[in-house]
Nanobody, 122 residues
Framework: QVQLVESGGGLVQAGGSLRLSCTASGRTFSSYTMAWFRQAQGKEREFVAYIARIVSHTNYADSVKDRFTISRDNAKNTLYLQMNDLQPDDTAVYYC???????????????WGQGTQVTVSS
């Protein structure tokens, strides 16, 4: 079992930055692929980025590539998402998720946080 708690969301102007954090309970954090997904109002939850147990292996959605950076600190059981040059289309609830496999498929993630709202004003 893994329990996930996100933080760091908020309101920011277009072009601004935010850093999201996700703290995990349990001693097996380092064994999971960790990911960020987001869900805008009225839309499906979509993949943003993942980072595998081997931290050099990351994957990003095309829409956030070169603007967002995912990272993890296994010693602190914490996942991060640095978001730069935020745009109104990035407005969504952001969720962290965990899975034992390497995947960007939402349904393969068994553990989810409660989400944190990110709002980008134009």
């Amino acid at each position: 079992q893994v329990q996930l708690v996100e933080s760091g969301g908020g309101l920011v102007q277009a072009g601004g930055s935010l850093r999201l954090s996700c703290t995990a309970s349990g001693r097996t954090f380092s064994s999971y692929t960790m990911a960020w997904f987001r869900q805008a109002q009225g839309k499906e939850r979509e993949f943003v980025a993942y980072i595998a147990r081997i931290v050099s292996h990351t994957n990003y959605a095309d829409s956030v590539k070169d603007r967002f950076t995912i990272s993890r600190d296994n010693a602190k059981n914490t996942l991060y998402l640095q978001m730069n040059d935020l745009q109104p289309d990035d407005t969504a609830v952001y969720y962290c998720a965990a899975t034992p496999v390497i995947t960007n498929v939402r349904n393969n993630y068994a553990y989810w946080g409660q989400g944190t709202q990110v709002t980008v004003s134009s």
